[in-house]
């Protein structure tokens, strides 16, 4: 516990908000987002849900592959686990360079995944 307390400090405050308000938006938001979206597409072949529901899975896209990369731009690139962040990062904390490649991996992966889902749709 007092490595997490240690990480928070090192991190800033902010960076720990910010990542607490992706993972609370992060479910709702794809399930009013995406989810609901396609079903009721799904359900009523409205071409307008069917548009509403690619609209916000491309910008989910957009995020997963800025996220992957996490140019220093908002908060130093350090609220997302991209590339660019773990290059910084590494050469001071190994461990938690680690952490960030980790979570450039996921994002990676994450992104092939939701390319290959919109292209089966």
Partial sequence: MMKLILLALWLGVKIWFLAIIYFISGV???????YR??????????????????????????????AAVAPPIIFKGKSLAG??????VIGDHVIVGIFYFIGFGMFCLESLV????????
Avoid at 28 to 34: E, I, T, V
Avoid at 39 to 59: I, K, N, V
Avoid at 114 to 121: E, M, R, T
């Fill in 28 to 34: 709702p938001g794809a399930y009013f987002l995406w």
């Fill in 37 to 66: 979206a396609l079903y009721r597409a799904m359900r009523t072949e409205s071409a307008l849900s069917y548009g509403w529901f690619f609209l916000f899975y491309l910008l989910h896209i957009a995020f997963v592959v800025y």
């Fill in 83 to 88: 590339i660019l962040a773990a290059v910084d």
């Fill in 114 to 121: 939701s390319i290959w889902v919109l292209k089966i749709c």
